[in-house]
């Protein structure tokens, strides 16, 4: 099978490798689409630490063509989402937090920039009827999303702030909404992001070229003395700050974007000890995964996917991710 294999940098090569088998318990999943994530961008930047030579690629959706020994035949055919694999559910961080953070990985798992991949079979979820398999996709980064969105404690009628509306930003508008945000401003210098926030549930779009964000704090929010809740979904520490002084106290910052690693908090942090501000940390998409189809599935996700590349495109996909004119880009390596 042809994947795209990284190898520092911006360097990737597309490789003919042995497509893989599914070993006992392993489902084979033909790849219909797999995201490009912000992370991937990082990586190619030197921002997010990765090791050189791996195949990327995490939000994945296909069909399952192939199973293993010990795994029903019924499921060939199944349309699925791939949740994080290879995880035991059985160490402390599988039992305790996360199956993202699992301390015994392992397995031949490949990353999803390539036609084919194995996984175990129960990291391919299978997707509801009314969620077409493309879209599925997306169910990764809305995990990461969904996830976070439900470490906060969200009070009756509250004010919402989301800083980016990139695609992480985009579902953790979403799923704030659902969880009981009342007003929702999305803020987005970029014009086409910011507008599809409405169709994510969004009541104000700020664009903070045009006005100061102390001027959408003063209107919308309880005396003008913040939001109950914010997230930072781009990435960048002083956005995160821009969250906690925009949050009132004894509110609640929740950082989705991943901030490059080594990054000092730009706050003082006696101003939000004084406040009572609790910052709240997601990272990766929890166990919550297996319920995200049927979320994607109630959302309006038109025109979510900005553009669609082959796996030999991937190098394109990815600078076309790192301009951030889009909201998301694919790759459909079978196509
Ligand atoms: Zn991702
Ligand atoms: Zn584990």
């Known amino acids: 099978m042809k994947a795209q294999t990284w190898h520092g940098g911006a360097n990737f090569t597309l490789d003919e490798i042995p497509k893989p088998e599914p070993s006992p318990g392993y489902v084979l999943i033909e790849i219909d689409t797999t995201g490009i994530c912000g992370t991937d961008v990082h990586v190619t930047q030197g921002l997010f630490p990765k090791d050189p030579p791996q195949i990327l690629g995490h939000e994945s959706s296909g069909t399952i063509v192939d199973v293993g020994a010990g795994v029903s035949e019924d499921r060939i055919g199944q349309r699925v ?8 559910y059985e160490c402390w961080s599988c039992r305790n937090w996360s199956i993202c953070r699992c301390e015994n990985q392992s397995g031949p798992t490949n990353g999803y920039f390539a036609e ?55 579902f953790t508008a979403a799923f704030l909404k659902s969880h009981g945000v009342e007003t929702l401003v999305v803020s987005e210098p970029v014009p086409v992001r910011r507008e599809m926030a409405k169709q ?136």
Do not use: W
């Open 81 to 88: 989402c791939i949740n994080h694999p290879n995880s035991c």
């Open 200 to 335: 994510f549930g969004a009541d104000i779009l700020h664009d903070p070229n045009d006005i100061p964000l102390s001027d959408v704090i003063a209107e919308v929010t309880d005396d003008g003395r913040g939001f109950e809740v914010t997230a930072e979904a781009v990435g960048k520490p002083e956005l995160v700050a821009t969250c906690i002084n925009s949050t009132k106290p004894r509110g609640q910052t929740l950082m989705i974007g991943v901030s490059p690693e080594g990054s000092p908090l730009p706050v003082d942090l006696y101003d939000m000890h004084y406040r009572e501000i609790k910052l709240v940390g997601a990272f990766r998409q929890g166990d919550v995964t297996h319920r995200v189809p049927d979320e994607l599935a109630k959302l309006n996700l038109n025109n979510v996917i900005s553009g669609r590349y082959s796996l030999a495109d991937l190098p394109e996909a990815i600078t076309a991710s790192a301009e951030g004119l889009g909201v998301k880009f694919v790759i459909k390596p079978n196509d």
């Open 116 to 170: 084919f991949t194995a996984v175990p079979s129960r990291a391919a979820v299978e997707i509801p009827e009314a969620l077409d398999v493309e879209t599925a996709a997306l169910t990764e980064p809305a995990a990461c999303c969904l996830s976070g969105v439900e470490m906060l404690d969200i009070p009756y009628r509250a004010t919402g702030l989301v800083i980016g509306a990139g695609i992480m930003g985009l």
